[in-house]
């Protein structure tokens, strides 16, 4: 039995921005967790020797008991995670993040231009705040990590993110992928770069090092399977819980493995026959994958394949997603052999 090392909390379903790009469908953006049951939750985990756990949302700074959470988290030992837009940081909450130190703070900042920011968030002042939540938790110490999710709106605006980023001594990382909707709606997707969109700034990357990521442009894995982790990874060593207490694989794939309502963490983990079946999956059940040369630029996952098709189908593969990794790996290639014939 694979121990259960993560395990990902949405606390609440409700948001305080509305994200042009969010993945959470509009219904499922009405409710919070209740408070017994988190309880309940985080002592699960603890019991069952957790390492990590992650307090999502929505915003989970809403939820009545955040602080109760993060604290009673802190207290079974478990390494606290958040991923929040900082709108409701206040001194409170800092002094108690800071106390229970806190392993890292996940935030979104689409530009350092409020109009641009503001624009993907559509809540006015948001960029002002965030980034005034992130000088805060730099000042305190609390480690922060910065994604750029870039859409057709901030496109041009990944670099300055890094700089801001780099500025505070924070992480961060530009992300061209959106999500499609776990409703299988798709409706966000309007919003997603182009393939020559994602190209461009893959080649920016490249041209410009500022985020070049070494790992995953080199082909340094031992073997096939561990170019193509989601194919391996699920439910190998973490889990999600959302607001209504159901058990789903990842964040944004509804798929339901247990309702902890009326189970344990335990039995589920254990005895799911839908967990049994997620990790019996390999690379087999992609045939075309396992001799594909692009493979290791691939960001395909089980999830996002099951929100892009009315049939909510994990095994089907977007189209983008091959032309994307292949279209990279050229991009990357010739990249690598331009540069050895500068240096040659
Ligand atoms: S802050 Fe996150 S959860 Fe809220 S609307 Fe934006 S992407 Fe969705
Ligand atoms: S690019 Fe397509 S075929 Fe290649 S590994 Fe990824 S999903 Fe499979």
């Known amino acids: 039995m694979p121990k259960l090392k993560g395990v990902q909390i949405e606390l609440t379903g409700r948001c305080n921005e509305n994200c042009v790009h969010c993945y959470i469908p509009q219904d499922d953006r009405n409710h919070d967790m209740d408070s017994a049951l988190l309880e309940r939750i985080i002592d699960q985990c603890g019991k069952m020797g957790a390492e990590r756990i992650t307090f999502s949302g929505g915003e989970p700074m809403l939820h009545p008991d955040f602080l109760k959470a993060v604290v009673r ?65 730099t000042q305190y110490g609390i480690p922060v990590f910065i994604s750029c999710p870039i859409t057709t709106i901030n496109k041009n605006s990944y670099p300055v993110v890094l700089d801001f980023a780099k500025r505070f001594g924070a992480s961060s ?54 170019a193509l982790p989601c194919v391996q990874n699920i439910c190998s060593d973490a889990i999600c819980i959302n607001a209504k207490g159901e058990v789903i694989p990842q964040p944004e794939w509804y798929k339901v493995l247990g309702d902890l309502n009326n189970q344990t963490l335990k039995d589920i983990w254990e005895n799911s026959p839908e967990i049994k079946s997620l990790r019996e999956i390999n690379l087999k059940r992609f045939p075309k994958c396992e001799s594909c040369p692009a493979i290791q630029f691939c960001g395909m996952d089980l999830g996002a394949n099951a929100n892009e098709n009315l049939s909510r189908d994990p095994f089907v593969i977007p189209e983008h997603i091959c032309i994307l990794a292949e279209s990279t790996r050229k991009l990357v290639h010739s990249h690598k052999s331009k540069l050895s014939k500068e240096t040659a």
Do not use: W
Not at 88 to 111: F, R
Not at 208 to 214: C, E, G, L, Q, V
């Open 173 to 226: 990382v530009p992300d061209n992928m959106i999500l499609a909707q776990s409703d299988g709606n798709g409706k966000n997707l309007e919003y997603r770069l182009n393939i020559d969109e994602a190209l461009q700034v893959i080649q920016d990357i490249l041209d410009n090092d500022t985020a070049y990521d070494h790992e995953r442009f080199s082909p340094n894995y031992n073997n096939i399977e561990e």
């Open 73 to 137: 988290a802190n207290c079974k030992g478990l390494k606290v995670r958040i991923l929040s837009n900082l709108l409701l940081l206040d001194d409170n909450k800092l002094a108690t993040l800071k106390e229970c130190h806190i392993h890292e703070i996940q935030t979104s900042l689409y530009s350092t231009e409020p109009t641009i920011h503001d624009a993907i968030t559509q809540i006015f002042g948001s960029c002002e705040r965030t980034k005034q939540g992130i000088a805060k938790l």
